[in-house]
């Protein structure tokens, strides 16, 4: 019989304060999840009951914990530095409007190219797509079976970027809500079953539907 081929399912954590109110978060470390955050990770676990992994691999940031904490409900987590968001220097803990006003054209620009935004105290964007993919591909290599990847949408993003060979600039095409489950077949290549399905949350518990957050 022939072997069945690995899935890697990656979550992007369930809706912070922070992504409540639109302010940036990178690697602020002492951000819960809103309340809505919280029903989205019940919601998630209710998902995951009915799903086969081997491994749990989190970002030890806290939004991210969090949400592995209720939706997992005692199952061995490993939590993994490497996986925490982009560090965004001094746009952290500001509002995403505020910058916008203060810094024309410059938000924009990192969500169109952002390669080319220096921020300052911040990690460069190609570092941090480097980052991802490398251990990203660390610990495909150093596991097997199934993987639950909770994490964050730019993580998520930024290796689907490198595993479909697009551009890194174009880790933005992408747009996954909070506590949505992206599923990744390694089966030749790696190929896509699904991208962002949120089919666990109602219309309440969806709330912001989709990443970045709004620019408006």
């Given amino acids: 019989m022939k ?3 690995r ?8 809706e912070s304060e922070w992504n409540r109110i639109r302010k940036v978060q990178g690697n602020a470390h002492n951000v819960g999840l ?8 019940r919601l998630l676990g209710q998902r995951l009951r009915a799903m086969r992994f081997d491994h749990v691999i989190c970002s030890d940031i806290q939004r991210a914990v969090e949400t592995a904490e209720i939706a997992l409900d005692g199952e061995v987590v490993e939590y993994d530095h490497e996986l925490r968001e982009i560090a965004f220097g001094e746009w952290e803990g500001r509002l995403v409007s505020d910058l916008k006003a203060e810094r024309p054209g410059e ?3 990192w ?3 952002p390669s080319e935004v220096e921020i300052e105290g911040a990690e460069r964007y190609l570092d941090f797509h480097l980052r ?16 639950l990847i909770i994490a964050h ?9 490198h595993i479909l060979g697009m551009d890194p600039d174009d880790i933005w095409a992408f747009s996954l809500a909070n506590t949505s489950v992206t599923t990744i077949m390694l089966e030749y290549r790696p190929r896509v079953r699904s991208l962002g399905d ?10 912001f539907d989709g990443m970045p957050s709004t620019v408006k």
């Fill in 3 to 5: 072997e069945r081929p």
């Fill in 7 to 14: 899935k890697i399912h990656l979550v992007r954590h369930g």
């Fill in 34 to 41: 809103s309340e809505r955050g919280r029903v989205q990770s």
């Fill in 107 to 109: 938000v924009e620009k």
């Fill in 111 to 113: 969500f169109e190219r």
């Fill in 132 to 147: 991802v993919r490398t251990r990203m591909d660390q610990i495909i290599e150093a596991t097997t079976g199934d993987l």
């Fill in 153 to 161: 949408g730019g993580v998520i993003c930024a290796w689907l970027t």
């Fill in 198 to 207: 949120s089919s666990h949350l109602d219309e309440e518990s969806l709330g």
